[in-house]
C-alpha cells in the first residue's frame, strides 16, 4: 500500500507503521551449482634428447591426488603406449612432476582417473646440437692432451676417442646425475646446457677416463664416509 512521508530538516517526519521496501531488478540463481573436479596439465612442446628430465605442470581444481600417466605415441599407427603412472599429490592445487625420457619420439601426458584439459599435453623428444658440441670439445681436449708427450699413432687414435667418449659420458651425467652429486662431485657449468656440454666435453677429452676413475673412488670414500657417520651416531 502507498504511504505519504514528509521530511523536516533533512529526517523523516511521522515514521509510517509498515516498513519501506525498495524494489530493483535482479536475478538469483535458485538450482546450485556443481563444480566438477578437473586438473591442468603444461608441458613444453618440445624437450632435447638426455638433457633433462622432462618438467610436467599440473594445475588441480577440486582434486587432491590424481594418477599421471605417460604415453609414448607410435607414429606410424599413432597408438599410445603407457611407459610409466605415478601418483600426484597437490599442493595448494600444484604440483610439478619429473619424467626422465631415454626414448626418441612423441609422448602424451594424461591424467588417469581425473578430467583434464587436453591442451599442451604432448611433448616431442628430439636430437640438439648439445652433444654434438661436447663432442667436439672433447676431441679437442684429446688432441691437446696428447700433444703434450709423444705416442704412436695408435695409441694416439685410442687416446681420442677414449676421451671423446669421456667427455660425452661426463655430459650426460652433468645433466642426470644431480641425484648423485651429494656423494659424487660432478661438475656442472652453469645454466645452459650448451656451455656445460662445451666445458665438460673439453674437461673429459683432456684427462680422458682417469677423471670419471677419480670421481668414483671419491664418490665411494664419501659414501663408505657418510656411511661410518651415521652409524657412529
Given at each position: 500500500?502507498?504511504?505519504?512521508?514528509?521530511?523536516?530538516?533533512?529526517?523523516?517526519?511521522?515514521?509510517?507503521?509498515?516498513?519501506?521496501?525498495?524494489?530493483?531488478?535482479?536475478?538469483?540463481?535458485?538450482?546450485?551449482?556443481?563444480?566438477?573436479?578437473?586438473?591442468?596439465?603444461?608441458?613444453?612442446?618440445?624437450?632435447?634428447?638426455?638433457?633433462?628430465?622432462?618438467?610436467?605442470?599440473?594445475?588441480?581444481?577440486?582434486?587432491?591426488?590424481?594418477?599421471?600417466?605417460?604415453?609414448?605415441?607410435?607414429?606410424?599407427?599413432?597408438?599410445?603406449?603407457?611407459?610409466?603412472?605415478?601418483?600426484?599429490?597437490?599442493?595448494?592445487?600444484?604440483?610439478?612432476?619429473?619424467?626422465?625420457?631415454?626414448?626418441?619420439?612423441?609422448?602424451?601426458?594424461?591424467?588417469?582417473?581425473?578430467?583434464?584439459?587436453?591442451?599442451?599435453?604432448?611433448?616431442?623428444?628430439?636430437?640438439?646440437?648439445?652433444?654434438?658440441?661436447?663432442?667436439?670439445?672433447?676431441?679437442?681436449?684429446?688432441?691437446?692432451?696428447?700433444?703434450?708427450?709423444?705416442?704412436?699413432?695408435?695409441?694416439?687414435?685410442?687416446?681420442?676417442g677414449l676421451g671423446v667418449v669421456t667427455g660425452l659420458l661426463l655430459t650426460?651425467?652433468?645433466?642426470?646425475?644431480?641425484?648423485?652429486?651429494?656423494?659424487?662431485?660432478?661438475?656442472?657449468?652453469?645454466?645452459?646446457?650448451?656451455?656445460?656440454?662445451?666445458?665438460?666435453?673439453?674437461?673429459?677429452?683432456?684427462?680422458?677416463?682417469?677423471?670419471?676413475?677419480?670421481?668414483?673412488?671419491?664418490?665411494?670414500?664419501?659414501?663408505?664416509?657418510?656411511?661410518?657417520?651415521?652409524?657412529?651416531?
Open positions: 500500500p502507498w504511504r505519504n512521508i514528509s521530511f523536516s530538516q533533512g529526517e523523516l517526519d511521522q515514521i509510517p507503521t509498515a516498513p519501506i521496501y525498495r524494489i530493483t531488478r535482479g536475478v538469483t540463481r535458485e538450482d546450485a551449482i556443481k563444480h566438477h573436479p578437473w586438473v591442468h596439465l603444461s608441458v613444453s612442446p618440445f624437450s632435447p634428447w638426455l638433457e633433462s628430465p622432462v618438467a610436467v605442470q599440473l594445475n588441480a581444481y577440486g582434486v587432491e591426488s590424481g594418477k599421471l600417466g605417460v604415453f609414448w605415441i607410435d607414429e606410424v599407427t599413432n597408438q599410445a603406449y603407457l611407459i610409466e603412472d605415478r601418483m600426484v599429490q597437490f599442493s595448494a592445487g600444484q604440483a610439478l612432476e619429473r619424467f626422465n625420457l631415454f626414448k626418441r619420439g612423441r609422448y602424451q601426458f594424461r591424467m588417469m582417473d581425473t578430467p583434464y584439459y587436453p591442451i599442451l599435453t604432448e611433448t616431442r623428444l628430439e636430437h640438439s646440437l648439445t652433444y654434438l658440441i661436447s663432442a667436439f670439445a672433447a676431441l679437442v681436449g684429446a688432441i691437446l692432451a696428447i700433444s703434450r708427450q709423444p705416442a704412436t699413432l695408435a695409441n694416439s687414435f685410442i687416446r681420442i650426460f651425467l652433468s645433466f642426470y646425475g644431480q641425484q648423485l652429486s651429494s656423494w659424487i662431485p660432478l661438475p656442472t657449468f652453469g645454466n645452459e646446457p650448451i656451455v656445460n656440454a662445451l666445458v665438460t666435453g673439453l674437461i673429459g677429452g683432456f684427462f680422458g677416463p682417469h677423471f670419471l676413475a677419480n670421481l668414483l673412488v671419491s664418490g665411494i670414500r664419501r659414501w663408505i664416509i657418510s656411511g661410518k657417520s651415521k652409524v657412529s651416531a
